[in-house]
Every structure is written in C-alpha cells, then in structure tokens.
C-alpha cells in the first residue's frame, strides 16, 4: 500500500515489533505519530507501564515523530480487566488479548486516531491485510490474526500492520538497521497490558486462595489445590499432598471448589456443535465448511459453520474446549472471524 504522505497514528508499545512498524512507514514517507497507549494496571504489583512509555518515547525521538500518550484506562478496566475477572470466577477461561484489541487497541486507540485526523492506524501485529481482508502474518510461529477475530470491520479496513510480512528475526534485523534504542529488548511474555505480570499471579491477588479437594475420576481424593478459579480446563496443576505428577484438570466444579483431575490430558470430546457467542464476521460469511482454531498456535480442525444458530460442527474430535476461548475461523490464510465457545 502506498502511505506516502498518509497520516498514520502508530501504537507504540514499547517494544521491537511497534518500533519497526513506526520505522517503515517513515521510511515509506508516511506521516508518522507514536502514541502510547496507558492502560489499567493492578495496584500493588509489579508492572513495566513506565519503562515502556519511556523507550517508546526514545523510538520517537530516535524516528523524529511526534509522540504523544493516550489514557485508556478506563476501556482498558471496564472491557478486559473486569471482563477477565468475571469470567473467571464463573469457571469459565477468557482471553483478554482478544477484548484488548477490540475494546482498546482497535477500539479507543482507533477512535482516537479518527477523530486527530489519520488516515490508518498501524500496530505491530503479525497480520496483514489484503484487499480489505484480514490475513495470518507470514510468519506461522508469530501469526497472531487469532486475536484479531472480534476487530470490527471498520477499524480493519483503516490498519496497517508493517511487520505482518516479516519473519521476527528480520523484525529483529530492521530494528538494528534503523539503530533502534529497543533492538535488544526482549518480547513481553504478560497479558496484555501487564506487562511480565503473570495471569496466575494476577487472579491470585485478586482472588486469593481457595484451598478445595482435587479428585480423579472416581470421586477419590487425590490432593488439594489453591483454587478453582485459579486453574484452567486441560492445563497442569501442581497439587498439595498428593503423589507425583504430571496431574492435569480434567474438570472443574465452581459451586464445590473442587478440581476433577488426570495423570494424563483430558481425552477427546465428541464432535457434536460448539455453540458460539459475540460472534463477529469480518466481510460477508454464509453457512458452509471453513477451517478453525480453537486455542493461540492449536490445531488448524475442519468443520460446517451455521452462522443462524451460531454453531460449529468440527469434523473430527477435539480436545476438550475450554468455555470463554475464543473459535476463530479461517479460509485459507483468511481470518473470517469467530466467537467465543458457550
């Protein structure tokens, strides 16, 4: 796409990926301005906020862009904060990135941009865009269209994503060619907008702990856990005074705050429909048999969308799905949208 003389409002987070993208759209004789975006942090724990506002601050300079600082504080702490809280004491497993891009990024980011005039905004996703669709980043280990399923339509079609057709070492090779102040720095490995707070360590201050009984299968006691809000469907927990692992939640009771557990993953479901949610379709979408997705980087499975009754019927069995993870739907290297599995 041609952004010579373009005005592009770019999220600068602070890390590699925004600065490259910041750097090739000057490059590509863009208008450029850096914003930061100020989210929602937990009081009390450790977070990155400052530092990061701090080197995306030195990208600008570094670029000489104007930079400047959005406050979404609020959207950040009504539309994934409170969003993740609730739904995890209803036992369910959200993914708070998606409803940081359609609530924040996509959302006040986007707004605020249209209304200071830009033309695009412009992120450091892996994804791209052709043609008004939205595609998987080039790079397979990086593609994060996953999380963009729920991203309105309008806000697609005015976003660029300048490192969507790089590999990340060439991300990383960009970075020291434009002697970028953030070259070296590592990838956030937070929630969004946590920074390197963990989401384990962060339910556990909002939740506290909830010592309950683990079970197997049959009902018999195995060990106690902190809680059952604290651990997700499938994923592996350390138990107390229990024998030698690996044990992995099989099942999750709320009302007993109790853990059903296995030595081994849970086996595969049936493969009768997976009822959706806050559905969003990006363009025109009928019933028909498309590819999905129903974890980050999870397997790629077939199945028959019926966009009336919100249904997926996979073709073959899945692993057990976790209420509140996002099923993306793709077309090739298109990302037709998604839902959230009921």
């Given at each position: ?60 300079a570094r670029l ?23 739904e995890y004491k ?243 290297e298109r990302c ?7």
């Amino acid at each position: 796409m041609d952004v010579k003389g373009k005005r592009v409002y770019v999220g600068l987070s602070g890390g590699v990926d925004s600065a490259v993208s910041a750097a090739l759209l000057k490059e590509a004789g863009a208008s450029a301005v850096g914003v930061f975006i100020k989210g929602w942090y937990p009081p009390g724990m450790p977070c990155t906020w400052a530092a990061d506002r701090r080197d995306a601050m030195r990208v600008a300079a570094r670029l000489g862009i104007p930079f400047t600082t959005l406050d979404a504080s609020l959207e950040y702490k009504q539309g994934v904060i409170d969003y993740l809280l609730t739904e995890y004491k209803a036992g369910r497993t959200p993914n708070p990135d998606v409803m940081c891009n359609r609530e924040v990024k996509f959302g006040a980011f986007y707004r605020y941009a249209k209304e200071k005039g830009a033309d695009y905004i412009a992120t450091g996703h892996y994804a791209r865009i052709s043609g008004g669709a939205l595609l998987r980043g080039l790079d397979p280990e990086k593609d994060q269209s996953y999380f963009l399923w729920a991203v309105p339509d309008e806000a697609i079609a005015r976003t660029l994503f300048p490192v969507g057709d790089l590999h990340k070492d060439e991300v990383r090779r960009f970075a020291k060619r434009f002697d970028l102040p953030v070259a070296g720095k590592r990838d956030s490995q937070g929630i969004c907008f946590l920074g390197n707070i963990s989401v384990e360590d962060f339910l556990l201050k909002e939740f506290g702990a909830a010592p309950g009984r683990a079970v197997d299968g049959a009902g018999r006691e195995i060990g106690t856990h902190d809680g059952a809000t604290l651990h997700t469907l499938g994923a592996r927990i350390a138990l107390t005074d229990a024998e030698p692992g690996p044990w992995y939640v099989v099942r999750k009771d709320m009302g007993r705050n109790e853990l059903v557990v296995s030595k081994e993953p849970a086996r595969c479901r049936d493969m009768r429909a997976i009822h959706l949610t806050q559905t969003n379709w990006l363009g025109d979408i009928g019933d028909g048999e498309y590819e999905a997705q129903y974890r980050y980087h999870g397997p790629v499975i077939r199945g028959v969308l019926s966009v009336r009754d919100h249904t997926f019927t996979p073709h073959e069995p899945t692993e057990p799905l976790a209420q509140g993870q996002s099923l993306v739907l793709y077309q090739g290297e298109r990302c037709l949208g998604g839902g959230i599995m009921l």
